[in-house]
């Protein structure tokens, strides 16, 4: 099975299967010098467990991170940083009853049809399990980010039927990073806003019902200097979109001003080209920090929409595998019925990878710092 690398010269490798004993990361191409320690990877980490809240899973693992290679005397070599995560409340009995039969709406029929066999504990390696070991990696890519002034956020911009409005948009996009992110913190849902409480009882509701959400993300990079990505098939947003569309449930991407461009004249996307005290830049961002696939030095806005979960207690038809006859399922076991909250960093991690490696490529930061 391929396709387990991203990137060119920041390179993150992943491994290990949702109820295997451990799965994790390799970082390569990470500069030598920079600062790491394992407690670098305890917020982000906690960020995506579950079992905080009662829409998400009640799987609770304690996602420590081990640094195996690559880190020496509280800083990195340069060598390939080798991070491990334990699976310690693995369940791969619950999904006994599926080892022949695959749940629709997941990659167990695909899977199965592609190889002739699968790890069906949990979807094995197409598991949202396997996340673990992006954030993880995602953490060195912060860190690096963080040494030349980058910073970035997400948060949810949809639930569901629920979305926030315009002037909510519009607000969340120009507050400076540390309020937005203080906001945040105010609800368990990960909405910048107090309509986030609401969209919360609501999710229970729903997974009373035993049904589900899916939702939008936004996530903004600040910081960033202009001109990374390239004219053609590395245009920088054609690079987000690959890293973001990687991720388990997402259905589509938005790069600066999204969707919403596609439905305006010429006249009103336009940013007037100034002059300021780091040389001409458009006086404003109706394009979300990209012109031609280039950064803008603006603030950077990416959208990535999931669907909901389709692991769900109402019985659906599927196949048993050994004699080719349809039959009934009920899909039980842990699973979330609003992942959203747990996706932030996520998302945050596969825009700081991607980042990173521009930065790189560009020649914007040393081997060595």
């Known amino acids: 099975m391929n396709g387990n690398r991203f990137g060119t010269i920041f390179q993150v490798t992943t491994w290990g299967e949702s109820h295997g004993p451990a799965l994790g990361a390799v970082v390569d191409g990470c500069p030598s010098g920079l600062a790491l320690d394992p407690e670098d990877f305890l917020a982000d980490m906690q960020r995506r467990q579950g079992g905080k809240s009662g829409f998400t899973?009640?799987?609770?693992?304690?996602?420590?991170?081990?640094?195996?290679?690559?880190?020496?005397?509280?800083?990195?070599?340069?060598?390939?940083?080798?991070?491990?995560?334990?699976?310690?409340?693995?369940?791969?009995?619950?999904?006994?009853?599926?080892?022949?039969?695959?749940?629709?709406?997941?990659?167990?029929?695909?899977?199965?049809?592609?190889?002739?066999?699968?790890?069906?504990?949990?979807?094995?390696?197409?598991?949202?399990?396997?996340?673990?070991?992006?954030?993880?990696?995602?953490?060195?890519?912060?860190?690096?980010?963080?040494?030349?002034?980058?910073?970035?956020?997400?948060?949810?911009?949809?639930?569901?039927?629920?979305?926030?409005?315009?002037?909510?948009?519009?607000?969340?996009?120009?507050?400076?990073?540390?309020?937005?992110?203080?906001?945040?913190?105010?609800?368990?849902?990960?909405?910048?806003?107090?309509?986030?409480?609401?969209?919360?009882?609501?999710?229970?509701?729903?997974?009373?019902?035993?049904?589900?959400?899916?939702?939008?993300?936004?996530?903004?990079?600040?910081?960033?200097?202009?001109?990374?990505?390239?004219?053609?098939?590395?245009?920088?947003?054609?690079?987000?979109?690959?890293?973001?569309?990687?991720?388990?449930?997402?259905?589509?991407?938005?790069?600066?001003?999204?969707?919403?461009?596609?439905?305006?004249?010429?006249?009103?996307?336009?940013?007037?080209?100034?002059?300021t005290p780091a040389g001409p830049r458009p006086s404003g961002n109706k394009h979300g920090g990209l012109l031609g696939g280039l950064s803008t030095g603006l603030p950077l806005l990416l959208g990535v929409s999931f669907h909901a979960p389709t692991s769900i207690p109402e019985a659906i038809s599927t196949v048993d595998f050994r004699n080719n006859r349809e039959v009934e399922i009920r899909v039980g076991g842990r699973h979330d019925s609003f992942p959203l909250p747990r996706i932030l960093p996520v998302v945050e991690a596969m825009v700081a990878i991607t980042l990173a490696d521009s930065l790189l490529r560009a020649g914007r930061i040393p081997e060595t710092l």
């Open 57 to 275: 899973t009640p799987r609770q693992e304690a996602d420590r991170v081990t640094i195996e290679s690559g880190v020496f005397e509280g800083r990195t070599t340069g060598c390939p940083i080798s991070l491990r995560i334990e699976n310690s409340a693995q369940r791969p009995a619950d999904y006994e009853e599926l080892r022949h039969r695959p749940r629709p709406g997941h990659a167990d029929l695909t899977t199965q049809l592609k190889h002739g066999h699968r790890d069906h504990r949990g979807g094995g390696r197409s598991s949202a399990r396997e996340t673990a070991s992006r954030v993880a990696a995602g953490v060195v890519a912060k860190k690096l980010l963080q040494k030349f002034g980058v910073e970035l956020l997400a948060w949810i911009e949809s639930a569901g039927p629920n979305t926030l409005t315009i002037d909510q948009k519009a607000e969340a996009s120009a507050l400076p990073l540390a309020k937005l992110r203080g906001a945040l913190g105010e609800n368990e849902i990960g909405v910048p806003f107090s309509c986030g409480k609401d969209w919360a009882h609501a999710a229970l509701a729903l997974k009373d019902k035993g049904d589900s959400w899916g939702g939008a993300v936004r996530c903004r990079v600040d910081g960033l200097p202009v001109g990374l990505g390239e004219p053609v098939f590395d245009k920088l947003g054609a690079l987000l979109s690959h890293a973001l569309m990687s991720l388990p449930a997402a259905v589509a991407f938005e790069a600066g001003g999204g969707l919403a461009m596609a439905q305006l004249p010429g006249s009103q996307i336009r940013d007037p080209i100034a002059v």
